[in-house]
Nanobody, 124 residues
Framework: QVQLVESGGGLMQAGGSLKLSCAAS????????MAWFRQAPGREREFVAA????????NYADSVKGRFTISRDNAKNTVYLQMNSLKPEDTAVYYC?????????????????WGQGTQVTVSS
């Protein structure tokens, strides 16, 4: 069992930056692939970025590629999402998710554990 707690959300002007953190409980964090998803009002939850359980593979949604960076620190049981050049369309609740696999997926049904989410609001 893994418990995930997101932090770092807030209100930012377009063009600004925010860094989200997701702290995981448990001693097996390094065995999970990690991802960020987001859900905007009136829309379905969508994939943002993912990181394999070890150093190496990351993947991103086209809408955030080149602006967002996912990273993880297995010693701190934490995954991060650095968000630069924010746009109003990035406004959403951002969720951290863990998958009991070495490999990432863009499908939310492939993830086993979820955080409560953190709100990101980008004003124009």
């Amino acid at each position: 069992q893994v418990q995930l707690v997101e932090s770092g959300g807030g209100l930012m002007q377009a063009g600004g930056s925010l860094k989200l953190s997701c702290a995981a409980s448990g001693r097996t964090f390094s065995s999970y692939a990690m991802a960020w998803f987001r859900q905007a009002p009136g829309r379905e939850r969508e994939f943002v970025a993912a990181h394999s359980r070890s150093v190496g593979t990351t993947n991103y949604a086209d809408s955030v590629k080149g602006r967002f960076t996912i990273s993880r620190d297995n010693a701190k049981n934490t995954v991060y999402l650095q968000m630069n050049s924010l746009k109003p369309e990035d406004t959403a609740v951002y969720y951290c998710a863990a998958r009991s696999s070495a490999y990432t997926s863009t499908l939310e049904t492939r993830y086993d554990f979820w955080g409560q989410g953190t709100q990101v609001t980008v004003s124009s």
